[in-house]
């Protein structure tokens, strides 16, 4: 608990609970309302925060932090009771999180571990239940569960070590993996979506010393790819997110591009930083994306999705935001932080089951 800061006191999280009820939903929030919302509360790390993760049930949130320079860890919170329920011994830096299947088990990955760099977490024992080998030492940059958990794409590729740019996906209860598709225009595929079916499998990355970038998107049936676009009008793409009813993919660059199913380009939503997180609510009606004011200061942008249109800034005032998460029930929204901190923002009213 040293390395992770535990939340306020008891007390004062219900205090701080009943001042997002009293003012509501954020998404549903006048424009007036906005400046003065905060976050509910804030989880605290040693190490920059890279990637979070809600439970099926949202009520637990698996949180990733540090970097090649500060030892890290895995986080697990109870949100339910605002408590740090485990946390990893091994100082380790790992650069992504996520539940598998029914949430009983966690995925991470530790990037610059080339030997063991996958690994299985049991939710509730916390043993360490798998440490995936890596005999090629593949840069794996990234990671994407499909809906069934069963499955997992993974992002790879280094220019320098002469690994070529693919995806593959690994079976996690046998452990083999296949490559499904190369992106030869790419130094290392660095985002990855999976449709909510299944079906198909998005990646992206970009050439490291210009800012060609390459999107393709892989029939995983037929084994097919659906389409390959070379020099994406987003630029330099950092990540990708299906929605939740699989008819939209969206890319995010120097702004959001909103792309059918084919890939077609059919909306932008203006950015000004050129490497958003990205996060759609569970039911694909509003986006969220990361972004930076006009002096230079964090916020988070929620669009809705029908329209296209902005209906909530957040102003976060603080470090890089690294990722976005929105809760299953769409609650809340966990900010990912440079600095070290995850905020939780409260989305809609609270529920006494979640």
């Known amino acids: 608990m040293r390395l992770s800061a535990l939340l306020a006191p008891d007390r004062r999280y219900a205090l701080l609970l009943g001042f997002a009820l009293l003012f509501g939903g954020v998404l549903s929030a006048s424009a007036q309302s906005q400046n003065r919302l905060k976050p509910e509360f804030a989880l605290r790390h040693a190490g920059c925060v890279s990637s979070v993760a809600f439970s099926p049930d949202g009520k637990l949130l698996a949180v990733a932090y540090g970097d090649e320079d500060t030892s890290g860890?895995?986080?697990?919170?109870?949100?339910?009771?605002?408590k740090l329920v485990w946390r990893t011994a091994k100082r380790r830096t790992f650069t992504q999180v996520a539940f598998l299947g029914d949430g009983s088990r966690i995925l991470s990955l530790d990037y610059f571990d080339k030997r063991y760099p996958m690994q299985i977490w049991d939710v509730k024992t916390h043993a360490l239940l798998t440490a995936a080998p890596n005999p090629k030492h593949l840069s794996i940059h990234t990671f994407a569960v499909a809906p069934d958990g069963a499955t997992v794409a993974l992002g790879v590729g280094d220019f320098e070590a002469d690994q070529p740019s693919a995806i593959l996906l690994w079976n996690v209860k046998t452990g083999v993996t296949r490559p499904v598709a190369l992106l030869p225009y790419t130094d290392g595929v660095i985002a990855l979506s999976f449709s909510p079916d299944g079906k198909r499998i998005a990646g992206a990355g970009g050439d490291w010393d210009s800012d060609v970038s390459e999107v393709k998107i892989c029939d995983l049936r037929t084994r097919r790819t659906v389409t390959d676009i070379v020099n994406c009008e987003e630029g330099s793409v950092s990540q990708l997110a299906f929605s939740p009813k699989g008819d939209m993919l969206a890319v995010g660059g120097d702004f959001i591009g909103l792309r059918d199913g084919r890939g077609d380009l059919k909306h932008r939503l203006k950015l000004t930083d050129d490497r958003p997180a990205i996060a759609f609510s569970p039911d694909g009606e509003t986006l969220a994306a990361s972004d930076l004011d006009q002096n230079g200061r964090t916020i988070v942008k929620i669009w809705r999705i029908g329209t296209r249109r902005l209906g909530t800034?957040?102003?976060?005032?603080?470090?890089?935001?690294?990722?976005?998460?929105?809760?299953?029930?769409?609650?809340?929204?966990?900010?990912?932080?440079?600095?070290?901190?995850?905020?939780?923002?409260?989305?809609?009213p609270s529920r006494k089951h979640e």
């Open 73 to 82: 860890g895995l986080a697990l919170w109870d949100l339910v009771t605002g």
């Open 313 to 348: 800034v957040m102003r976060m005032n603080g470090a890089q935001i690294n990722d976005l998460s929105i809760s299953p029930h769409r609650r809340l929204l966990a900010v990912a932080r440079q600095d070290g901190n995850v905020q939780l923002w409260r989305l809609t």
